[in-house]
């Protein structure tokens, strides 16, 4: 069965950085577009960043934009989030999450931020920034 397990998480004072990770097993990696998104308490589910199938196109959410950077290891079924100058805002259960490049409704990737096209998703990863 696909199973996509995030690790890389912790608790990290603002300011730091963590690189997160979602290895991906029972799926064909390569035809997957994969994002990244994360919950707070009490907030609703919210996109962070995504990358396509190939590597070729990256998502960010404003609110990240020039502080997190997404890649993917096509060889190793992996996909990172590279978190730095991180705030308090930022405290999280972060989520990877994988849509398969075919589906309906997503051509080019264009449902990045869509969470509802996603076909599986990890048990998430907790970050806390403390200030």
């Known amino acids: 069965q696909v199973q996509l397990v995030e690790s890389g998480g912790g608790l990290v004072q603002a300011g730091g950085s963590l690189r997160l990770s979602c290895a991906a097993s029972g799926l064909a990696f390569s035809g997957y577009n994969m994002g990244w998104f994360r919950q707070a308490p009490g907030k609703e589910r919210e996109f962070v960043a995504g990358v396509s199938w190939s590597g070729g196109r990256k998502y960010y959410a404003d609110s990240v934009k020039g502080r997190f950077t997404i890649s993917r290891d096509n060889a190793k079924n992996t996909v990172y989030l590279q978190t730095n100058s991180l705030k308090p805002e930022d405290t999280a259960v972060y989520y990877c999450?994988?849509?398969?490049?075919?589906?309906?409704?997503?051509?080019?990737?264009?449902?990045?931020?869509?969470?509802?096209?996603?076909?599986?998703w990890g048990q998430g990863t907790q970050v806390t920034v403390s200030s």
């Open positions: 999450a994988a849509v398969s490049a075919l589906t309906s409704g997503c051509s080019g990737y264009g449902c990045a931020d869509e969470w509802r096209k996603y076909n599986y």
